[in-house]
């Protein structure tokens, strides 16, 4: 069975970096996409930012654009982001997310209905 778990959330201030991490087990797909997304409470779901494997192409929110650096160790199967330049509008709980087919279009990586495999979120929580 696929599992995701991330880690790497934290309480850090303002301007501040975190890594997250989403490992995946049992995941044995040649070509496919790993998404990031974020829920604060009372907010729906968002798309942060996706990988796709075959080519390390990567989607970006414009909201975190310039900030957050998606990347992956396909020996390790994880995906990292890298969060830069935190701010109090970054808290919420970040959720990786697997699709067993790359994402072709940029109007769809943050659309969850996409993805097939979900990991159970870590906290993100930026003070001011």
């Known amino acids: 069975e696929v599992q995701l778990v991330e880690s790497g959330g934290g309480l850090v201030q303002a301007g501040g970096s975190l890594r997250l991490s989403c490992a995946a087990s049992?995941?044995?797909?040649?070509?496919?996409?790993i998404g990031w997304f974020r829920q604060a409470p009372g907010k729906e779901r968002e798309g942060v930012s996706c990988?796709?494997?075959?080519?390390?192409?990567?989607y970006y929110a414009d909201s975190v654009k310039g900030r957050f650096t998606i990347s992956g160790d396909n020996a390790k199967n994880t995906v990292y982001l890298l969060m830069n330049s935190l701010k109090p509008e970054d808290t919420a709980v970040y959720y990786c997310?697997?699709?067993?087919?790359?994402?072709?279009?940029?109007?769809?990586?943050?659309?969850?209905?996409?993805?097939?495999?979900w990991g159970q979120g870590t906290q993100v929580t930026v003070s001011s």
């Open positions: 997310a697997a699709r067993i087919y790359p994402i072709k279009l940029s109007s769809s990586y943050g659309d969850p209905r996409m993805y097939d495999y």
């Open positions: 049992d995941f044995t797909f040649d070509d496919y996409a």
């Open positions: 990988i796709n494997s075959n080519d390390s192409s990567t």
